[in-house]
C-alpha cells in the first residue's frame, strides 16, 4: 500500500509542472542561466531556447539580435517580444536562415524576421511541423529553392509578409502553410505563387 501512495503522488507532479516564462535581452550584462527573469537574461534567443522546455514561454525584449547561425527550435515553446515587431528585429545578415522550427507547436509572436538566406527552401522561417506565427513581419528573406520567406505548415495571422523571394521554386512569400488577415506583397517567385504557393 505504501508502495502504491509514493508512486501515485509521483504522477502528480509530474502533472502539476507549469510553464516558466524565461527572458532575452541583448543588453542584460550578466546572463545567468536559466534565465528566469530580466536581470538574468540571456543576451541571445538560442540561448534561451536552449534552457527552455516545452510549454515555456520566451519574453524577448527590444532591440536588433544580428544573428550568424540559424535558432533552432526543437521544443514547443512560445517566442514572443515584449512591444511588437517594430522594435524587436531578428536579422540573419544573409548568413543564413533565421529560424528552424522542428517540433509541433511552436509560436512566434511579435517578432521581425529579415535577412535570412537558405540554400534550398525556407530563407526566413523552415517549418517541418505545425507552428503559428502572428503579428510578425517577414522580410527581406531569401531561398534558392522554395519559399523565400517560410516554407513548411505554419498558421499565420496578422503578418506582413513582404519582399522575400524564392530563386528557384515556388512561393516567393510563403509556401505551403494558412495566412488569416495578412498582408502579403512584392514577393517573387522563379516558377509559381510570387506571394503565397499552396495553402
Same mark, same amino acid.
Given at each position: 500500500?505504501?508502495?502504491?501512495?509514493?508512486?501515485?503522488?509521483?504522477?502528480?507532479?509530474?502533472f502539476s509542472a507549469s510553464a516558466v516564462e524565461r527572458y532575452?535581452?541583448?543588453?542584460?550584462? %550578466?546572463?545567468?542561466?536559466p534565465y528566469t527573469d530580466w536581470t538574468s537574461a540571456a543576451p541571445d534567443i !538560442?540561448?534561451? &531556447?536552449?534552457? *527552455?522546455? %516545452?510549454?515555456?514561454v520566451i519574453w524577448v525584449t527590444n532591440g536588433t539580435y544580428y544573428l550568424t547561425s !540559424?535558432?533552432? &527550435?526543437?521544443? *514547443?515553446?512560445?517566442?514572443?517580444?515584449?512591444?511588437g515587431p517594430e522594435v524587436t528585429v531578428v536579422d540573419a545578415q544573409q548568413y543564413g536562415r533565421v529560424f528552424n522550427l522542428t517540433a509541433s507547436g511552436v509560436v512566434l509572436d511579435g517578432l521581425t524576421v529579415m535577412n535570412g538566406y537558405a540554400s534550398g527552401n525556407g530563407g526566413g522561417i523552415y517549418c517541418s511541423s505545425s507552428a503559428t506565427i502572428t503579428n510578425c513581419v517577414i522580410s527581406g528573406n531569401n531561398a534558392t529553392g522554395s519559399g523565400g520567406g517560410v516554407y513548411g505548415s505554419a498558421s499565420f495571422s496578422?503578418?506582413?509578409?513582404?519582399?522575400?523571394?524564392a530563386a528557384g521554386g515556388s512561393g516567393g512569400g510563403l509556401y505551403s502553410g494558412n495566412a488569416a488577415n495578412c498582408f502579403i506583397a512584392n514577393n517573387s517567385a522563379s516558377q509559381s505563387g510570387g506571394g503565397l504557393y499552396g495553402g
Open positions: 500500500m505504501k508502495r502504491l501512495i509514493v508512486t501515485g503522488m509521483g504522477i502528480a507532479l509530474c532575452v535581452d541583448l543588453n542584460n550584462p %550578466a546572463p545567468v542561466a !538560442q540561448s534561451a &531556447v536552449d534552457a *527552455a522546455s %516545452a510549454g515555456d !540559424q535558432i533552432s &527550435v526543437s521544443k *514547443a515553446v512560445t517566442i514572443q517580444s515584449v512591444n496578422d503578418c506582413t509578409i513582404s519582399d522575400n523571394t
